[in-house]
């Protein structure tokens, strides 16, 4: 793992770390922390005009003047499910839907995957289990496939 600035936070793979006794956990990182790079498997993400990125339930905004990444407040409002954190289907409206049908829909199907599967990308910290990611998948391609969206898995 990589030391950070803060020396009690450890950074790999996207996911920040604390010691607790012996072992590392998993950990929100705090705001204003920075990192020199992200995983792939990164998003980019708009909101309100602002190009942020979520990687492990984080956002980062890039600073270009330190050429890095800056942990932020997490924006108030829900992502459209194209915006996660990787573990969402893609999906492509198939009978016209306008935007804010599909982000709604997005919203929706998002919920019910959380309920289906118990996991929710956008909050836990945590690698899930692949059958886990599975029954989120699912879930949330056959909801969105039962509203007229194509899906691809």
Known sequence: MCPTVASDYFYSGGYWYRPQGPRYVVVQ??????????????????????????????????????????????????LPQSASNGYDVEAYPANGQSPEQVNQDGYDCYRYAVEQSGFDPR?????????????????????LGSRGYQVKF
């Open 29 to 78: 990182p705090p705001r204003g922390i920075r990192v020199g790079y992200l995983p792939d498997y990164a998003r980019e993400v708009w909101i309100g005009g602002s190009l942020l990125f979520l990687a492990a339930g984080s956002y980062y905004a890039y600073q270009e003047s330190t050429r890095d990444y800056v942990v932020v407040e997490p924006p108030g409002q829900p």
């Open 123 to 143: 909050a836990d910290t945590y690698q899930p289990d692949p059958s886990v990611v599975q029954i989120y998948r699912q879930a949330q391609g056959n909801c």
